[in-house]
């Protein structure tokens, strides 16, 4: 994230993640190019070959064990950033209940210290979708929900186009420092024409 930006934090453990992270969402001139920032961020987390070579050699061949595997990678290894986790059963693509395809968080750390939907939005909800979409071959569909702070991890399961996706049709919290001024709707929350999708091509 550091390299994204260009410079470090003044702030020290977890408070200069949310600190770097309100930076990234606020220096591209559009949500897209925050988002593909981020997708970036997260390809250079793992060996360059892995999300590729994880495509070819698990994704495509054996999807629902796939989505098992991340899930339960997803809620082992990420309770430092987004607090107390656990695997689910959910909906996925057909109508289908994928068993262990679900992580619960159940209270979102990184969205309650944000306090800011723009931030999930483009810092986490989409380019995260799109670089298990893109990057790992599976479908990926993330549900915060901006009442209770906790977001629901759907691995199979496509996400809608944003038009009918609740996320990005929220007012962004009465807390967020970075909300404009007078503006209902918070300003970093871009809605493509109806019917795109709020992926990113590769």
């Known amino acids: ?98 068993t262990g395809h679900g992580v619960l968080v159940e209270r979102c750390r990184y969205l309650e210290q944000a306090g800011c939907a723009s931030v999930c939005i483009n810092s986490c909800k989409v380019p995260t979708q799109t670089f298990f979409e893109k990057d790992m071959g ?14 629901q991890f759907s691995f199979g399961k496509t996400p809608d186009p944003v038009d009918r996706d609740p996320a990005f049709a929220t007012p962004c919290f009465m807390q967020c420092p970075s909300k404009r001024a007078r503006t209902p709707a918070c300003g970093g929350i871009e809605l493509p024409p109806s019917g795109v999708g709020a992926t990113i091509s590769p």
């Open 1 to 98: 994230m550091v390299d994204a930006l260009g410079s470090d934090s003044q702030l020290s453990g977890y408070d200069a993640i949310i600190d770097l992270t309100r930076k990234l969402n606020s220096k591209f001139r559009t949500a897209a190019e925050t988002q593909e920032a981020t997708r970036k961020i997260l390809n250079a987390l793992f060996p360059s070959w892995l999300p590729g070579a994880f495509k070819v050699m698990f994704s495509k061949p054996l999807p629902e064990f796939s989505c098992r595997l991340n899930a339960l990678a997803t809620a082992l290894t990420c309770q430092w950033l987004m607090g107390p986790c656990k695997v689910n059963d959910v909906e996925i693509d057909g109508g289908k209940v994928g």
């Open 138 to 151: 599976l479908p990926l569909t993330m549900t915060p929900n901006y009442d209770d702070f906790s977001c």
